[in-house]
Nanobody, 127 residues
Framework: QVQLVESGGGLVQAGGSLRLSCAAS????????MGWFRQAPGKERECVAAISRDGGTTSYADSVKGRFTISRDNAANTVYLQMNSLKPEDTAIYYCAATRSWGGLSRAPMTYVYEYWGQGTQVTVSS
């Protein structure tokens, strides 16, 4: 079992920044690829960013490229999502997720690939 706890969400004005953290426990963190997902009311959960086990490979949704950065610290068992230039449409609950393997980079954004999920943290961007 892997336990994931997100933090860092909150209310921010458009154009502002937030950094989300996801602390993992229970298994060897470096054995898991990680993803950040979000879900807005009435919408499907979507992957905004993903990172490989060693941090050497990342993937981003087109809607956040150039604004969001995913990173990880395997010594601290934590994955981060730095969010800059936030827009009202970024408002959602943000979840981190873990998987032992994507099975290919093209599968990194797929929710079904991930075995473990956190409870989520709310991000609200006001206009």
């Amino acid at each position: 079992q892997v336990q994931l706890v997100e933090s860092g969400g909150g209310l921010v004005q458009a154009g502002g920044s937030l950094r989300l953290s996801c602390a993992a426990s229970g298994r060897t963190f470096s054995n898991y690829a990680m993803g950040w997902f979000r879900q807005a009311p009435g919408k499907e959960r979507e992957c905004v960013a993903a990172i490989s086990r060693d941090g050497g490979t990342t993937s981003y949704a087109d809607s956040v490229k150039g604004r969001f950065t995913i990173s990880r610290d395997n010594a601290a068992n934590t994955v981060y999502l730095q969010m800059n230039s936030l827009k009202p449409e970024d408002t959602a609950i943000y979840y981190c997720a873990a998987t032992r393997s994507w099975g290919g980079l093209s599968r990194a954004p797929m929710t079904y690939v991930y075995e473990y999920w956190g409870q989520g943290t709310q991000v609200t961007v006001s206009s």
